[in-house]
């Protein structure tokens, strides 16, 4: 098993950054590819980025394209999601997920995740 716990969220103004992490530990962190979701008041979780095991490859749902990286150290056993232009539409609850098998942004296939963390955005 892999347990994952993010950290880094806050509130933020419109237009600034903010950067969240995951940590896992149990099982050994480059044998998953991660992805992070998000979840806002009163809607459904949306795949937000994921990254592959070696970090070599990266998908971003469009609304974040260009605004948001997400990268991970395997030796720190961390993935980040590292948010800038934040806008209001991007307060949501953050969750990292971990998948044994494929990079994917299916939620259903990921196997492990975190608890979330809250990002606010203020206008």
């Known amino acids: 098993q892999v347990q994952l716990v993010e950290s880094g969220g806050g509130l933020v103004q419109a237009g600034g950054s903010l950067s969240v992490s995951c940590t896992a530990s149990?099982?050994?962190?480059?044998?998953?590819?991660m992805g992070w979701f998000r979840q806002a008041p009163g809607k459904e979780r949306e795949f937000v980025a994921a990254i592959s095991r070696s970090g070599g490859i990266t998908y971003y749902t469009d609304s974040v394209k260009g605004r948001f990286t997400i990268s991970r150290d395997n030796a720190k056993n961390t993935v980040y999601l590292q948010m800038n232009s934040l806008k209001p539409e991007d307060t949501a609850v953050y969750y990292c997920a971990a998948d044994r098998d494929r990079l994917t942004t299916r939620q259903y296939e990921y196997d492990y995740w975190g608890q979330g963390t809250q990002v606010t955005v203020s206008s």
């Open positions: 149990g099982r050994t962190f480059s044998y998953y590819d």
